[in-house]
């Protein structure tokens, strides 16, 4: 993947029948993007034998999404073709990651879930209505998540309420468990 602003080096080997490096006559390159042509046959840069490479500057207003490249080699006899992918994508900036963790994410949002998702940050968990079979084993209960740990204390603003179920065997092993949001 590359990035608006990168440099994506295209390479071309050419080898014969037996696997040994050859040169073409000509080397040529084609870039586009769905059916917008970007680069059309310009000539590839000779690197050593068999070996030809492109530099394409992927401009800073460039379209994003899947870029398809064309390699062309002309030999005396015939005209051999290569193909290849790559797409181009926006950069998350490294400064994203400088943000505060705490506060910085509101409660419902999708930075919330996602940090919670990613364990990026403290959980603080109380558990409520315990509920225990004849064996002492806990078959089913409800369970708070908090943003911070005098949360838990007060029992105030919980992020999410779970409630989770266990079902044992005979030999009071756990078969089965779920914890659900409620």
């Known amino acids: 993947m590359y990035y608006l602003g990168d440099t994506k080096k295209i390479i071309a080997q050419f080898t014969d029948d037996a696997g040994q490096l050859i040169n073409p006559t000509d080397v040529f390159v084609t ?8 680069i059309d046959e310009v000539a590839m840069t ?16 460039a ?3 899947e870029y398809v490249v064309i390699i062309k080699g002309v030999f005396s006899v015939v005209t051999t073709y290569g193909y290849e992918q790559f797409s ?12 505060p963790v705490l506060d910085n994410i509101q409660s419902g949002s999708f930075g919330e ?3 919670r998702i990613l364990g ?14 004849g064996s002492r084993n806990l078959v089913s209960c409800s369970m708070k ?5 005098s949360d838990v204390d007060t029992d105030t603003d919980p992020l999410a309420i779970y409630v989770m179920n266990a079902t044992y065997d ?13």
Do not use: C
Not at 46 to 61: H, K, M, Q, R, V
Not at 88 to 99: A, G, L, M, P, T
Not at 120 to 133: A, E, G
Not at 145 to 149: L, V
């Open 120 to 133: 990026l940050n403290q959980q603080n968990i109380r558990m409520f209505n315990q509920v225990y079979d």
């Open 31 to 38: 870039i586009k993007i769905g059916n917008t042509l970007l």
């Open 145 to 149: 998540i908090y943003k911070t740990a």
């Open 170 to 182: 005979i030999d009071g092993k756990l078969t089965d468990y779920k914890l659900k949001e409620s």
């Open 88 to 99: 181009v994508r926006n950069k998350v900036e490294d400064s994203v990651w400088d943000h």
């Open 63 to 65: 379209a994003l999404g």
């Open 46 to 61: 000779y690197d050593s034998e068999g070996f030809y490479y492109y530099d394409y500057a992927i401009p800073l207003n």
């Open 113 to 115: 879930a996602i940090a």
